[in-house]
């Protein structure tokens, strides 16, 4: 009973820390914002993020400088459910592999 205790009490003391306080800040803040950034690349409400890709690069690219932005979009979308994930239980996909 009291290694139930205790368990508890160590896992209430570690949630109210300032340390895995900040932790879950930032881990909110880089899941939250790659997949905001991704979402306004497909639905222009904050900005035309079109008008902020290089004519150079706009020029270069097979798929045209719109649908560059949507891949851009789409990865930034990706990366944020990857960082999510990471802290999962048991992650299968973008989990570090053993050397």
């Known amino acids: ?11 209430a003391q570690q949630t109210t820390s300032p340390a895995y306080q900040a932790f ?3 881990h909110i803040g880089f899941v939250a914002a790659p997949i905001l950034a991704g979402m306004d690349k497909f639905f222009h409400v904050l900005v035309n993020w079109d008008q902020y890709l290089p004519a150079s690069v706009a ?3 097979p798929i045209g400088g719109h649908n560059l932005m949507l891949v851009v979009g789409a990865i930034e979308i990706v990366a944020g459910i ?5 802290s999962a239980p048991h992650p299968r996909l973008f989990r570090r592999r053993a050397a």
């Open 59 to 61: 020029r270069l690219s």
């Open 24 to 26: 879950r800040l930032l």
């Open 1 to 11: 009973m009291n290694a139930t205790l205790d368990s508890t009490n160590r896992s």
């Open 82 to 86: 990857g960082v999510a994930w990471k």
